[in-house]
């Protein structure tokens, strides 16, 4: 019933809180992202400390066997493949669905404009950059540095999802099937031809997260751990700055400082200071640089669907498990790992 509650609430308290004028959807339906947002980000957090994780209960942390390589290969192989098969079947169109955009926005970084100032650009400066520095490099133009880019993005977005199912050290045999899984649940992104929409971009933050739990979980690299976190948060910013912003939070939440077990994932109290006040750095730069220019105007709905409630309803997901993942944490349920 509360989690029914909440989701009521969501979508129908934000249309009696004024707003500014902003161009979106929601706008003009009279729907407030703002303060979806804060309602969304109240109700998962009471509702964590409420349910004290709801009783979750994780595996035990443990040293499961590791993945064959040979999964990893031929996993490669075949999104290499489908990859090389995509440039010259839509490649000389100039664009295909999503790459579009992209080819289009370096080619404007090209012509001398500056991202996020000269024109738009939701997603990392790399997404830009690294296209453009291949272009040049081989000599192929932008549309080919392009789809250099694309293809190593999409490979390589591959090897980080191996990675991260590899480094879980969660006690089960089904590894390499989770891995498959979620292999094939991605291998039609491969149609989009989008450099934003590969596993680089989504995938990279679960493993940073990864390395600096499991960091956190060592006495003696827990100020490490806090270091690695600023760093690969203003990492993640040159991918994706959402990803970047889900990063920051993971880390304030998972290594809040409490008294557990001497090999729990948690910083002391200084370390864990710092490492907020490297984060607020680091936002504060790319707020400077006008990276965050586009996340902010999105964050007032400027390019949501006509579907207002579809953004809080999955934003509701995500938050209700990194919460009560948390509370499982702080009420002790939680494993070490």
Excluded at 59 to 64: E, N, S, V
Excluded at 138 to 157: D, E, K, M, P
Excluded at 222 to 234: C, E, K, Q, S
Excluded at 280 to 304: E, M, N, P, Y
Aim: hydrophobic share 55%; charged share 10%.
């Amino acid at each position: 019933m509360f989690a029914v509650a909440c989701v009521a609430a969501i979508l129908y308290v934000p249309y009696f809180v004024p707003q500014a004028p902003v161009a979106s959807a929601s706008y003009v339906f009279g729907y407030n992202n703002r303060a979806a947002v804060v309602l969304l980000v109240v109700f998962c957090a009471w509702g964590a400390i409420w349910k004290k994780g709801c009783g979750l209960k994780l595996l035990p942390a443990g040293r499961p066997a590791k993945m064959p390589r040979s999964v990893l290969w031929v996993c490669l192989a075949i999104r290499l493949a489908a990859c090389v098969a995509m440039v010259p079947l839509v490649g000389r169109a100039g664009g295909f669905a999503e790459s579009h955009y992209d080819i289009d926005r370096i080619w404007l970084l090209a012509q001398g404009k500056t991202p996020y100032v000269g024109f738009e650009w939701p997603f990392g400066a790399l997404l830009l950059y690294g296209p453009l520095w291949l272009g040049h490099l081989l000599r192929c133009g932008i549309g080919g540095g392009y789809y250099v880019f694309w293809t190593a993005a999409s490979v390589g977005g591959v090897a980080i999802l191996y990675a991260i199912i590899d480094r879980l050290d969660y006690a089960t045999t089904r590894k390499t099937s989770i891995f498959l899984l979620l292999f094939v649940t991605f291998l039609p992104s491969v149609l989009g031809m989008g450099a934003h929409y590969t596993l680089l971009r989504f995938a990279t933050p679960f493993y940073c997260i990864l390395v600096v739990y499991g960091m956190a979980a060592e006495p003696g690299r827990r100020w490490l751990a806090a270091a690695l976190a600023a760093g690969f948060t203003a990492m993640l910013l040159t991918i994706s700055p959402e990803m970047a912003m889900a990063h920051c939070f993971a880390c304030c939440v998972l290594l809040f400082p409490r008294r557990v077990g001497a090999r729990a994932a948690t910083l002391p109290g200084l370390a864990y200071a710092a490492m907020l006040a490297a984060f607020a750095g680091v936002f504060a730069l790319a707020g400077k640089l006008h990276v965050l220019d586009t996340l902010i105007a999105s964050g007032g709905g400027r390019q949501l669907s006509d579907s207002t409630f579809l953004p809080g309803a999955v934003l509701l997901c995500g938050g209700v498990c990194v919460c009560v993942r948390a509370g499982a944490a702080l009420d002790g349920a939680g494993g070490e790992g």
